[in-house]
Each structure stands twice: as C-alpha cells, then as structure tokens.
C-alpha cells in the first residue's frame, strides 16, 4: 500500500475512543465478590419472588460446576470473577413522569452519545428503555404500546407485573446450563428488557434499548427476553457504548427471543464498548449469549449486528429453526482495531422442514487486531429441503492484523442445501486508484470501500440505525479511513 | 514410566506392540504414546471421527510374509513395489535398482544414511498426535524414495499396500526425498484382503527440494477393510510443487491427514480429493496448507458423493503466517448426499495475518441437480442412468486436475464402477 494509505490506517489505528468520558452519578454497589449471598442480595435488592432466587441460585450452583471455554481464538488473562461488582445501581432512583425530570447528568450523556431522549422522542417512533447500568431508568412510549397490548418494559417490572409470562419463557432458548457465560448471567443478571407483542400485531415502532456500562469494576449482566406471539411482527434495536476504564469490564449477556408461528422478530445491535486503548490495556470483555427460537411454522428470526467495541468479543447469535418453512437470518459487520480480539458468528440450527437461513458476515481488521468469524450450519435428519446460504467475508487493513474464518457445516438429511464462500483479502491498490484518479482523497476513498463493503448489512438495519452505524464506523475507522 | 501400563489405560492393546523398537527417535515416541489421550468427541481434530472403539481389542504384529495374489498390472508402465501388511516385499516388487540418482528401497536399510538422518522424524511432529507418536514409537517399514538433484524418475511408481486377515498393527513410514531439481510420481494403493479388524496407521514424510516436484496418487480401495490412519507431512522448498489426489473408494474407517508447509517463495501445493461412501465407510480428510513465506500458492478441491450410512468429513485449514505476502489459496470442499442415513460434516478454516493476499474458501451441500435430472429424463434417459451422468459430471473437475493421462482414464473407470453401486 502507499505511504499515503499507510499514514491514514496508522491514524485509523491511533484514534482514541470517543465515547469515554464517565458519568459521576452515586452509584449503590453490591460488595466485590461473588457467592450465594451475592445472588440473594441482587435478588433481595430486586425484590423478587422466591422462585427466581431459585433459579438464579439453582444456575448458580450450575455455574460453579463449569469451566470457562477456551476453544476462541482470544487471548486474555484469566478472569477473576471474584474481582467485581455484581450489581450497580443508580443511587436516585428516578420515578419519572416526563424526561425533564430525569438527572442531568444523565441527559448529558446519552446527549454525548448523541441518542438523547428528546431526539429521539422527537424523530418519533422509537420508545427507548434505557438500562443505565443495570436499572432500567425510563421507559418512553409505554402508553403508545400498551393501546395495542404490546408489553415492552424492564426485566424487573416484568416480573413482578406479568410473572406467568416470564416464567414461561425464562431460559427456554438459552437454559441455565448452555454455558459457563449463560450460566453466570442466570445466576446474577441485574436488569434488561422484556417485551411481549400479542396475537396479529405488527408493533408500529421501533424498540430500543441503550445499555451503557458506567461505575468502574462493575460487570453488567443484562437478560433480555422477546416474545412474537402468532403473526405479530417486531424489531428491536440494542445499542452500547461504555465509558472509558482502565481495567477491563465484563460483560455477559443473555438475549432470548421466542418467534410463534407466522411471526417475525428482528433484533439489531450496534455495539461499540470500550475496546481498549491502543496498547491493548484495558476495554470491556464481552461474552453474550444471543438466541432466537423459531418455534412455530413460518416464523423468522433476523439478527443484525454492527461490532466496533470491546477489548474481548465472544457472541454467536443463533437461530434454532424449529417450526416448518421457518428463517432465521444473520448479518453481521465486526470492526476490530489496535489490540481488539472478535470471536463472533452465528449457529443456524435447523430442525423443521423447508427452513431457510442466511448468513452474510463481514470482518474488518486493522492494527493488531484478530478477527474471526466462526459460525456452526447443522441440518438435522427431519429438515427436509432445509437451505442455507453463507457468505464471510474479511478485508484486511494493516499487516499486523489477523482475518479468521471457522465454519462448522454438518448436514444429515439428502434433500438440504447448504453453501458457504469465505474471502479473505485487502482492499486494492487498483480500487483505491482509481478513486484516486477521479479525484477522490485516499481516506475517502477507503471509507467508500469500507463502506460499500458493508452495505448487505447495513441495508438490513433500521434506517435511525443505519445512519449511526455508519457514523460508527466512520468515527471507528477515522483518522478517518471510514 | 514404561511400567506405567494400567488396566485403565485405554492404549493398553497396542502399548505392548509398540516397546523396544530400534528406530530413530521410537522412545520419545513411545513416551509420548504413554502421555497422550485417546481422541474424543472433544478433541477438536477429531470431533467428527471416533477411534475409540479402535482401542478396544488386542492387536498381533504384522505378518510381513503372508502369501497374496497380486492385482494386475497398471495398463500403462510403472514401477511395482509391494508392501505387505507394512513390510517389504522385494520378491513381489519390480527390480529397483536401475536408474541413476534414484533410491527405490525398503527404509529400514537406510536409517543411517545421510539424507534419512537428515530429514527422518523432521515433517511428522507428534504434539497431539497420537496415531503420529504410535508409529512414530514402532514403524513396520516403509519406502524410501531420494532422487537427487535434477533427476526425472522415468517412471511412475507404483507403490502396493496389501493388508491381510488377522488383527494386525500395520505402521507403514515412508520418507520421500527429492533434491534441487527432481521430478517423482507415486501411485499408492491400499488394498485389503478381508481385514476388517486390523489398523493401518502410516506416517510419510516428503521433502520436496528447490524446483522439485513431486505428485502423488492414493487410492483407498479396501473392500471388508482395517481402519486406515495416515499422516503426511510435507515440506516444500522454494519453487517446488507438491500434488496429492487422494481417492477413496471404500474402506471401514479412514482419516487423511495431509499438512503442508510452504517454506520457500513460489512453492506450490495441490491437493486434490475424491471420495464415494457408501455402506458404512466413514471418510475423514484433514489438511493443513501453511503459508509460511511470501508469493507461495495453494489450491484444494474435495470433493464427495455420500451414499448408504456413509459420513464424509472434511476439514481444512489454510494458515497464512504473518509476513506470508502475496499468498494466493484457494479451498473448495463440494459434497453430495444420497440417502436418508448418510452425513457430511465439513470444516473449512482459514487463518490469516498478512494482509496482501487472495484467499479464499467455499463449499457446497446439496443433492444432485433436479432440473438436471430431468433435462436427462425428457430426453429418454432412466433415472438411474442420469443419476450416474450426473454423478460423473460432478467428479470431472477433480479428475481433470490429475495431469497423468494414463492414471487419470483408469481411476475414472474405477470411480464409474463405484458410482454404479452408489
């Protein structure tokens, strides 16, 4: 590459973390540590039902039982789990009618992010619950929703105001035993998002969530859970971004989405935690567990995810095609710059007949960063005409950095197509000239590849999404390559 | 450590084979041997393969002299040499002695000879390797095969692999050297003679010098056959070329491990695959393509057709080291399945950290084409008949890779007379 090329991706690698400034608002923490008492002090604190301090106790025991996988290609120092908080909670917990009451220091944030209330309010069409921390602060648009029955609020609300639904639903996609991270979330999850969208109703908006991890040493352990009950139809968008700490956080997450029959659900993510600064010190660790079940006939799950953050990323969004002629869907841009490690990808299960997935993923790799996609396609003997499609693509800007494809395809029944194409290269020299030759600075230039690189993906997202992605990798790349 | 032999010990039926040997570097192996586990269905490597059950039974030393009807000849001249469950046979074997700057012999005489010194032991690391260590720790015998500098072997090679009836150890160890310059084609065919409780383990080691070039041919054709186990390690210098086309067309258990290394700029490796499963045969091939230097290329094409309660498993790794500029490997893995009992589990990897290079990978699942199938049909061709057209069409580009016209023509009747009984 020119000198040219080079000067701009050093400065790509350079850019220092925008987003990481800390919010001073007293927090109340649970004492360092994890054990028993910890999981019933969250559980007291939340004052929840006895059955769920079971079931947090019962994974708890589970999780003490595990060991911590190892099979990523991540390299970190041992995790101490009993180096952190467990719980962190905002100390003035606001009761708010309207967001003007909301502390503004608060305000100032998500302003800083540039997602604030009133903008978003405003544009109209996306009710935020915002999880700051592990409490859920404020939840718009709850009087819009409940007009249709729809049912969008924190973990804690639901539990205590629609108790039956959630324990119907609670670790049926992702069981307390699925992993060691799935296992540890059960055990101690804080706060998140649950939401249930009744028979035929195709929700007119947008949700989102925007978590944030804040107090420093705190883990954050949010579970959410996602209903689509018959031919209900719902999109539901997460964005995080983390302040800047020195020592790594941890983050373990469990997504949960149930699709009946005839229903969609479409969960996007932009995450862009702190990833470390450019020795590679400090950035949050991220292990999520994220899968979708489509459980009745027709019903389709699509995940869309934009990747910039995180020192660790370790998450698979899956999609367990249970009922027949069902889709499940994955789209995916993983950025990783300096010293970040991305082990990330899908499973595709498929179990019911005539289903469908896609898989398209795009890995971008700059500085000293390792980029990996690894992804599991598994046809089961009943999935009769059951098709997949996937695409991993990776492009490499730096030669420093690693690009990493580990497809997994097993297929037991005659009548399946499966596919799969990977590509591993640079961005040309020729491509880069002739942007050049028409004018076209080279950062520019690079951002129009990069961009039109990701477009599959970025085509899936909502369009308010769309245009912070973007701008996401933009800023991510920026010295700014783009 | 040697008495360490518990009841408990899964190897215990094959650690007693496996002690005393006078080969190079047999007691680190057997050492190793003690300290490694049988492969599980945690094993990542053998996540798909089960070799457990190979454990589960005694097992006699090989039976170097058991009397064999030998195939006909190639139609086309080659060189015959005969192994016989892993030991030479030089009364079954064409004379090899005739060729300057060429040695055909039985490894065992050569070990201290300056090139086997040089290179024995050097492309088979154990690491994790059990079945590497095991023969590692006792070799049955093996083919040496050096061609020195600028020499064209002016002739195939037709090496034969006979195993018979009994529970044998078979541990064939090849070491293939050829020097600056030299060219070598090797035709390897494994045949069995009603073995099916028998293990063929085998290590070959191949040294291709600066412009050298060597292909090889195997053949799996063990009808009633051992569990065959093989493992080649291959070094590449700089404008050498490594080809192997590996064809299975019947067996019980078979793993193919091939692991390359790139080691000189503009080295070349191919590697091609066939196989056709049907009754229970479980065909696992493993490859390891390492880019270690710039301006080096690869290419692999496998490609399977599954029938009965066949598995087909295939896993390849291209590894691009950092620094390994201007790397171009191309991966493709193509599989079809027939019947409800039958499996593929493919794995294509790739692992990169140089930047300046075209990699790529694909592979396929699926069912022969139906639109195809009945474009043959309309026009009067039975099913089965456009099955079998369809099939063939699907293996040609494999084929069409083999360069030798000779092997290439009778392999394709052997792949038509599998594909009838698909």
């Known amino acids: 590459m020119s000198q040219d090329t080079d000067d701009i991706l050093r400065e790509v690698t350079e850019k220092e973390y925008a987003y990481g400034f800390v919010t001073n608002i007293e927090s109340e923490l649970a004492p360092k540590g994890l054990n028993e008492d910890t999981v019933r002090f969250i559980s007291t604190k939340k004052n929840e039902p006895e059955w769920l301090l079971e079931w947090r106790l019962e994974a708890f025991r589970g999780w003490l039982k595990m060991t911590e ?51 978003q309010k405003r544009l109209a069409g996306v009710a935020v619950d915002v999880v700051f921390d ?78 944030r991890i804040n107090s420093a040493n705190t883990g954050q352990f949010e579970r959410t859970l996602l209903i689509a009950d018959e031919g209900s139809y719902e999109s539901y968008l997460e964005g995080c971004t983390a302040p800047m700490r020195d020592e790594n956080q941890l983050h373990a997450a469990v997504v949960e989405l149930v699709a009946m029959k005839d229903a969609e659900l479409k969960y996007s993510t932009v995450q862009n935690w702190y990833p470390g600064d450019e020795n590679g010190v400090g950035g949050v660790y991220n292990f999520v567990t994220k899968r979708g079940l489509c459980l009745g006939e027709r019903s389709k799950i699509s995940w869309t995810q934009v990747e910039t953050g995180s020192a660790i990323t370790w998450k698979y969004p899956s999609c367990v095609l249970k009922g027949d002629h069902s889709i499940g869907e994955f789209y995916s841009v993983a950025l990783t710059k300096h010293h970040q490690q991305a082990d990330t990808g899908t499973k595709m299960t498929h179990i019911g ?63 399946a197509m499966v596919e799969h194409e990977a590509t591993t290269s640079k961005i040309g020299e020729d491509q880069i000239f002739y942007l050049n030759q028409r004018g076209i600075e080279t950062e520019k230039a690079v951002s129009l590849i990069v961009n039109g690189y990701c477009k599959e993906v970025l085509n899936q997202l909502p369009m308010e999404f769309a245009v912070e992605a973007q701008k996401l990798l933009a800023v991510s790349l920026e010295g700014s390559v783009g | ?14 650690l007693p084979l496996l002690e005393g040997s006078i080969w190079p570097g047999a007691a680190e192996a057997l050492a190793h041997v003690y300290a490694l586990p049988v492969p599980n269905s945690r094993t990542e490597a053998w996540k798909y393969t089960r070799v457990g059950r190979l454990f589960n039974q005694p097992y006699a030393t090989s039976n170097g002299k058991a009397n064999v009807a030998l195939p006909a000849r190639l139609p086309f001249p080659v060189t015959r040499v005969v192994f016989v469950n892993g030991n030479f046979r030089a009364d079954l074997s064409d004379e090899l002695k005739g060729q300057k700057g060429l040695v055909i012999d039985s490894l065992k005489n050569h070990l201290t000879h300056g090139p086997v010194k040089e290179h024995y032991g050097t492309l088979a690391a154990m690491e994790e390797r059990l079945f590497t260590a095991m023969n590692t720790a006792a070799p049955t015998d093996g083919m040496i095969l050096l061609v020195t500098k600028g020499v064209r072997v002016d002739k195939p090679i037709h090496v034969i692999h006979i195993t018979t009836a009994g529970r044998q150890l078979v541990q064939p160890r090849d070491l293939f050297m050829l020097q600056e310059g030299a060219e070598a084609e090797v035709i390897i065919e494994h045949l069995a003679l009603d073995a099916p409780e028998s293990l063929v383990n085998s290590v070959r080691e191949c040294v291709v010098g600066d412009g050298a070039r060597l292909s090889i041919h195997k053949l799996q054709h063990e009808v009633n056959g051992p569990a065959n186990i093989s493992f080649e390690g291959v070094r590449v210098a700089a404008k050498g070329h490594y080809s192997i086309s590996t064809t299975t067309l019947d067996g019980a258990l078979v793993r193919n491990d091939v692991n390359v290394a790139l080691a000189g700029p503009e080295a070349h490796a191919e590697l091609n695959g066939v196989y056709l499963l049907n009754g229970s045969t479980h065909c696992d091939n493993h490859t390891y393509i390492g880019h270690d230097v710039p301006d080096c290329t690869s290419d692999e094409l496998y490609k399977g057709i599954v029938a009965g309660k066949g598995t087909g498993v295939f896993n390849g790794k291209v590894y691009v080291k950092q620094d390994a500029q201007r790397t171009r490997a191309y991966q493709s893995n193509a599989n079809i399945l027939l019947g409800d009992d039958a499996k593929v589990y493919t794995k294509p990897e790739l692992e990169i950290y140089a930047d300046d290079v075209k990699c790529s990978h694909g592979c396929t699942i699926g069912r022969l084409d139906e639109k195809g199938l009945f474009y043959l049909r309309s026009r009067g061709v039975s099913e089965a008949e456009a099955r079998r057209m369809l099939a063939h069409a699907f293996m040609t580009d494999v084929l069409e890779r083999i360069a030798n016209e000779d092997w290439r023509t009778h392999l394709a009747s052997l792949i038509d007379a599998k594909l009838e009984t698909l």
């Open chain 1, 134 to 211: 592990s409490v859920s602060v404020k939840t718009t648009f709850q009087a819009t929703l409940k007009e249709k029955g729809i049912i969008f609020c924190s973990f804690s609300d639901a539990v205590k105001e629609h108790p039956d639904l959630v324990r119907k639903y609670l670790g049926t996609v992702v069981p307390r035993t699925d992993n060691f991270y799935a296992a540890l979330n059960s055990a101690v999850f804080s706060d998140g998002s649950f939401c249930y969208i009744p028979p035929g109703v195709r929700c007119p908006m947008e949700l989102s969530t925007y978590f």
């Open chain 1, 353 to 415: 007949k005539g289903t469908k997935s896609t898989i398209v993923s795009k890995g971008i790799s700059a500085g000293r960063s390792n980029n990996s996609y690894r992804g599991l396609v598994k046809i089961g003997r009943g999935a009769k005409g059951a098709r997949n499609f996937s695409q991993c693509d990776s492009l490499l800007l730096g030669d420093r950095c690693g690009a990493h494809t580990f497809p997994y395809i097993e297929s037991e029944n005659p009548s």
């Open chain 1, 69 to 119: 996988p190892t099979w990523g290609l991540l390299k970190y120092p041992a995790i101490d789990f009993q180096d952190a908080h467990y719980y962190s909670a905002p100390k003035k917990k606001p009761q708010l009618n309207s967001l003007d009451e909301a502390d503004p220091e608060l305000i100032k944030t998500f302003e800083k992010l540039g997602i604030s209330l009133q903008e």
């Open chain 2, 1 to 14: 450590m040697m008495s360490t032999i518990t009841a408990t010990d899964p190897k215990a039926s094959v």
